[in-house]
Nanobody
Framework: EVQLVESGGGLVQPGVSLRLSCAASGFTFSSYAMGWFRQAPGKEREFVSGVNWNGVLEYYADSVKGRFSISRDNAKNRLYLQMSILKSEDTAVYYC?????????????????WGQGTQVTVSS
């Protein structure tokens, strides 16, 4: 059974950092590209960041570039999102997703597996 389980979300103040984790199982994690998406209340789910199978190629939405960093540990079947200088507009449910190819990582429709999400709330 394929599972993607996100963790690390929470309520934080603006300006702080937070690291999200995604534990993968049930598929060959090291062969898949991975992505982080988020969905704020009343808004569509949007691309945040993506990484190819070996971690060499990274992609970021303009809104998080320079503040967020994606990484993966293929030995541990883990995906991470290091978020810094958090803003209120980063408040959303964050999802990790897996994609068999590294083409079109920003396109939500192309992903094969999805996690259930973890809530990140940035508020003073």
């Amino acid at each position: 059974e394929v599972q993607l389980v996100e963790s690390g979300g929470g309520l934080v103040q603006p300006g702080v950092s937070l690291r999200l984790s995604c534990a993968a199982s049930g598929f060959t994690f090291s062969s898949y590209a991975m992505g982080w998406f988020r969905q704020a209340p009343g808004k569509e789910r949007e691309f945040v960041s993506g990484v190819n199978w070996n971690g060499v190629l990274e992609y970021y939405a303009d809104s998080v570039k320079g503040r967020f960093s994606i990484s993966r540990d293929n030995a541990k079947n883990r995906l991470y999102l290091q978020m810094s200088i958090l803003k209120s507009e980063d408040t959303a449910v964050y999802y990790c997703a897996a994609k068999e190819t590294s083409v079109g990582l920003t396109d939500m429709a192309g992903y094969d597996f999805w996690g259930q999400g973890t809530q990140v709330t940035v508020s003073s």
